[in-house]
């Protein structure tokens, strides 16, 4: 949590992995994510997501880029 000028509002960071497999052929995968979350008196009021795009496109990519899922 991150204080801001505001003082009735705080910034909350949440890392996290989606888990997935390809049901083509079983293979598992995880592409990092970030939310960013400011709250004011327990309420979120605003929420953004900073997801890897490519880390998503990757796995269903050419052979040679789905190799890097590994």
Do not use: C, K, L, W
Not at 6 to 34: H, K, L, M, Q, W
Not at 42 to 69: K, L, M, N, V
Request: cysteine-free.
């Amino acid at each position: 949590m991150h204080r801001t000028t505001d003082p009735e509002v705080v910034v909350v960071v949440v890392e996290f992995a989606y888990a997935a497999t390809r049901s083509n052929d079983g293979a598992a995968f995880e592409v990092p994510n970030i939310f960013v979350v400011r709250v004011r008196d327990g309420q979120i009021i605003e929420s953004r997501d900073y997801g890897d795009h490519a880390g998503f496109a990757r796995p269903f990519g050419p052979p040679e880029a789905r190799a890097a899922t590994r």
